[in-house]
Structure formats: structure tokens, C-alpha cells
């Protein structure tokens, strides 16, 4: 029963955030951009729950804006590597030979590389914005979805529905999207769920560096590092960011354990 | 055994060569001229012509690549823009103070990880176990950069323990550099403890299904011998794997952290590259970090036989 417990906390964090993710796209108690400078640096009060920043921003509005934009790229990115990794593994998988033996090679370089460091260096080719980030996240995890996938479609070619698919004569193509493809959910799930955590990390790392989305627009990393010079006298701008990131970064955890769990039932009790 | 070490390390050379061409394929894709770069937007056409001639840049690309990957093995990693040091010295002096950091790190947080997770595996959905998951789980959802500017917040500003910005070689001040270097391990230490302890308690609880486990509780061996002769033996490689990872990733993945504790480092030695543009460096620690992410794994992969006999077979 414990996956029981850890899924719903996590899906009820998960679902907070996009629950605010998704207000935030049309409402935010001030405008998270507002500058109000002689209302700098203010701590928490009944106006502004969380404070302000250094340029009298409100701090909460700004923490719901930057949530629905890591939403939006989180969401972005995983796609992005999802649908490359699941086209990259199942064709290599399932055709095997040449195909398999170029696109895995190509894989593997990528692989070769620490995920974040493929990311730094795409960001410098697409350029620091909002999609340059999907593009470099997405080109950067896509390859750790395409070895899973190949690796579940080399079973799956082996066994008996996916051999009278072929032997009734339905095409290559037939019996990949019809008998491979689905059966390959349940793992693509698992990691695609884990991904959601690396992706936020990564792109709230990235921001933090300033290689992110860039200022004024609000992300959980670029508040984070706009806080650094603050530290001391308003403390509340870095705690409430990074909280938020760990939260949420927890919540996905959590719901991955749980859908692990559930589909691999050797980690439950005996 | 011979056979093993030799078969991996010729595999090791196809991937040296892939990963050599993409790093030459991802800084020619670059947009803007690196020699328009290099002489500013003052220089006229024909300088511009004249200093692509002298650094090669006329040829064909695959004569380009040669070229390069012939420097490469001679030590050569070009120059920086900036200043005109050569790169492989500087991309050395900045990896020297992220590998310490980073190996006493992940070597602690194994000494951590690794009892942990065979303590939580052998007490499987009890309340130590249940415990030391939540904690782990915990532990890996802190963004290394977050707890890290907590840990200067309260040990640095607040207690004055540590000392907050700056940092002092090891070679010059032993005690005095290691101080500098206390907070950003503790911050990667409990990271990379979150990530390893899962690892090794999951792989702990694959082997304690197996048979000769058991066996072994049958005939009444003490529980610790059980855990410290059977388990932990087969359940150390795939962590061992996990280690390889980490320890390539960190290396590359550090300049947050490095950021935050002010450390000259490889991670904000690329950082800083990129923003200046200064692409000769950034090719190198790219090249350079994923030689070494790619040696790692060899070490690894070559370690490996000594946990797990099977894979010796060929």
C-alpha cells in the first residue's frame, strides 16, 4: 500500500503546481513585470504575501508566472524527447540491422556526453530563450528515452503477437504502430515522469546560471540567482524559489516511485 | 580477463572519435564567424581572409577535422580568444579544483549511500526503510544550487563558520584552501547520498529475492554476514555504474554549485566561456569533459568484473 500513500501526495503537489501554473497564465495578484521601487525589498506582509524583490516586484506573483513557464517548457522538453526517443528506439529496435546500428552509434555519442554539459552547448547554437531551452533539453534527454524504448521493442519483437502480426502480412509499419508501440507505454511513462524532475532541474540550473530564460521574464532559477546579492537582508527572496523547485522537483519524485511501483511489483512488499 | 580489458578498451576508441566529431559538428554550428569574432567588427575583408588562411579555416571540413584531432593529440587545444593562453593548461589548472571537490565528495557520499541502502533494503517496508527513503527522496529533490545558498546563508553569513566568497588553492594554504571547500562538498555529498542510497537499495532488494539468500538464512547465517558476504558483493555493480555516472556528470554539471561558492572551477570556466564567446574554450572543456566522462566509464566498466564475475564471460 505504501506506493498508495507516495502517489497521492505526489500528484497532489504535481497537481498544485499546475493547478497555479494554470491560473497564473490569466491571473497573478499584480503584474509579476511591475516594477515599484519605492516598495523594494519589502518582507512578507498582508499585501504582498511573499514580499517584494529588489525592484518592488511581488515576489508570489512572480513565483505563479514563473511556474506556469517551467511548466510550459517542462511539458515542451519531455515531448520533444519523448516523441525523438520512442521514433529513435522503436525504429532501431524493431528494424534492427543498419538502422539500428547508425542510430544507436549516434545515440551513444550523445550519451557520451553529461546531459547538462549537450544542454550548455545546444544553448549556445539555438540561443538563450524559451525554446532554445526545449530544444537543447529535448535533444539532451531524447537519447536516454531511445536506449529504454530499444531495448523494450527487442523483446517485444520476439514475442508471439508481434510474429503473427507480421506472419498475417501486415506491414513493417502495421505491426509497429498497431503491436510495438503500445506496449511500450508503461516504461516510456516511468521515465518520462523522471524526466519532468531533470528537465525542471536542468532548466532551473540553466536560468540560474543566466544561460536560461532571460529577465525580466520570471523562472524559478533566475529568481533564485537575482536573490544571491539579498541574501542577508531579505532572506525570503531565495527561500521561496527554491522551495517551490524542491517541492515540486519532490512531487515528481514521488508519483515516479509510485508508477514504478505499480508496474514493476517486485519493489512492493513480499 | 585479458580479453575483457582489451575488447572494451578498442570499443573505447570508436566512441573517442564519435564524440571528437560531434564536438567539432556542435562549434561549427555555432552562428556568427569565429575569425570576425577573433579580429572584432573593425577588421576589413581582407584581414578577415588573410586570418582564416593562417588558422586553416579555408580548407575543406574533414581536412579542418584532421588537422584538428591532430593537434589534439599532440596536447594541443588551441588558444583562447580572450587572453591567447593555451587552453589544455587552464582547462587543467580549472579541473584540478573541480576534482577534488567532486571526488571526496562522491567517495563520501558512498560511504554514506551504500550502508543505507543495504540497511533499507534489509529492513524492506518497515519503518527504517520507510525512513531512509523518505529521507533519500528528500535529499534528491534539493536542487544542489538551492541548498547550497542555504548551507552559505546559515553556516557562512549567519554563524561565520565558513568562509563566504573566495577561494584559496590547496597547494598554496592546505588547511586554509580545504576550509574554502567544506560547504560545496557537504551541499554535494547529501545531493549525490539521496541519488545512490535508492540505487543501492534497489539493487540490494533484487539480490536478497535471489535464491542463495535464502539459502544462506536457512542454514542461519547472522543477518550481517548474509548482508555483508552475499548482498552487498552482487548488489555493489549496478551502483558502481550509478557512481561512473555521477562522477561524469558532476564533473560537467558543477558549475551551479561553483557559481554559488565562487569556485574556479571547470563548470564556470565553460560558463564564463560562453559568455564571452571565447569558443576555443568552450570546445575544449567540452572535448575535455566528455574524455574524461567517457575514461570514467572505461574505469568503471574495466572495475566491474571485480564485483561481478558473469560479465567476464564473453
Redesign the interface.
Known sequence: MRWHANGVVGAALVGMVLGVALVALWWTPYDPLALNLRAKLQAPSVAHWLGTDEFGRDVASRLMAGASSSAIVAVATVALATALGVVVGVLSGFLRGWTDRVLMALNDTLLAFPGILLALALMVIVGANRWGIVLALGLAYAPSMARVVRGVVLSLRETEYVEASRMIGNSATVTMLRHVLPNCVAPVAVLATSMFGWVLLSESALSFLGLGIPPPAPTWGNMLAGSRPHMQTAVWLGLAPGLCIALTLLGINLLGDALRDRLDPRMERT | MLGYILRRLLLTL??LL??A??VFV?MR???GDPVQLMLGDMADAAQVADQRARMGLDAPLPVQFGHWVHALTQGDFGRSISDQQPVLPLILERFSVSAIIVLVAVALAVALAVPAGLMAAWQ??RPAD?LIVLGA??L????S??LG??L??FFG?HLGWFPVIGYVPLSQDLIGGAWYLVLPVITLVMIETGVLTRMAR?SA??VQ?LEYVTHARAKGVPDWQIVARHVLPNAFAPTLTLIGLVL??L???I??LE??FTLPGLGRL??DA??ARDYPV?QGV?LF??LI??LVNLVVDLLYPLFDPRVRAP
Open positions: 570508436p566512441t564519435l564524440v566529431v560531434a556542435l554550428l555555432i552562428p524492506q517496508n520507510l527522496t528528500l534528491l529533490s534539493v536542487p544550487f538551492w545558498l542555504l552559505l546563508l553569513m534497489a532488494i533484487e529475492r561524469g556528470n564533473l560537467g554539471g558549475a551551479v557559481t554559488v565553460l560558463v560562453i559568455f568552450v567540452l569533459t566528455a566522462y567517457v
